[in-house]
């Protein structure tokens, strides 16, 4: 079996980097959330409830700048994937104009070696 080019499994590619990194900031928040809530309780058992909601949300936000650093990069090697595929259509464009303006020579044109 012949591998050949496909640029559409490149861009599915990409599409799920983008996916994946929408997950990433997502998933980043709620553990940051989560993991506040834990820390909050466990630094004063005795804090009332806006207050532990309140350490969740400010690690929630500490989380989502981590989520974002990690998605960021994702995103960049999505970027990188689909700007190879759009460099390999314009040179594949320009080769075949290229190709096509040059015209082939006549068979009896061709130096043969006796």
Not at 15 to 22: E, F, G, V, W
């Amino acid at each position: 079996m012949a591998v050949q080019y496909d640029p559409s499994i490149i861009t599915k590619h990409a599409q799920a980097l983008y996916t994946k990194a929408s997950g990433i900031i997502f998933a980043w928040s709620v553990i940051g959330f989560i993991a506040g809530l834990a820390m909050t309780t466990a630094m004063n058992t005795n804090a009332p409830g806006p207050i532990v909601v309140l350490g969740g949300l400010v690690v929630a936000l500490i989380g989502a700048v981590f989520g974002r650093g990690r998605a960021f990069s994702l995103q960049l090697q999505a970027q990188v994937a689909l700007c190879q595929v759009a460099t390999e259509a314009n040179t594949r464009r320009t080769a075949n104009a290229v190709a096509a303006a040059v015209p082939s020579p006549a068979p009896e044109s061709v130096n043969r070696a006796s």
